[in-house]
């Protein structure tokens, strides 16, 4: 028997949300590693935790080299007409994020871990 559908919301109590954040993180960048190692792919994600802090992964080169790839992607789409609303947004979406790791970044190098 498996277990039954688990109603997904909130976690009330702050010391087993950020028990449960630490470990789906973890769980998460295992399967990024996963995915990248089994099917070649390149991949990143970034998360802000409820206090700010960043962490982030990324499979074989940075995380900005990986946002600037999906950029150049984005922008080739808008040049040949393919571009939707939701990707025209995105790229905004990525610029942002961009800039806001380039910020982090910059600031961890001066002593704070991500990971």
């Known amino acids: ?35 990248s190692l089994l099917c070649d792919a390149q991949l990143a994600f970034i998360i802000f935790n409820t206090t700010g802090k960043l962490s982030h ?21 808008k040049i040949n007409g393919g571009e939707s609303g939701s990707q025209g947004n995105y790229a905004l979406e990525c610029l942002k ?9 910059r600031n961890t190098r001066y002593g704070c871990d991500t990971w």
């Open 97 to 105: 994020l961009r800039s806001k790791v380039e910020a982090l970044e």
């Open 57 to 77: 992964f990324s499979s074989h080169s940075s995380v900005e080299n990986i946002l600037e790839r999906y950029e150049r992607h984005v922008n080739a789409l």
């Open 1 to 35: 028997m498996g277990r039954g559908k688990v109603e997904l919301k909130q976690i009330e109590n702050k010391i087993r949300r950020q028990v449960t954040f630490s470990k789906r993180k973890t769980g998460l960048k295992k399967k990024a590693h996963e995915i």
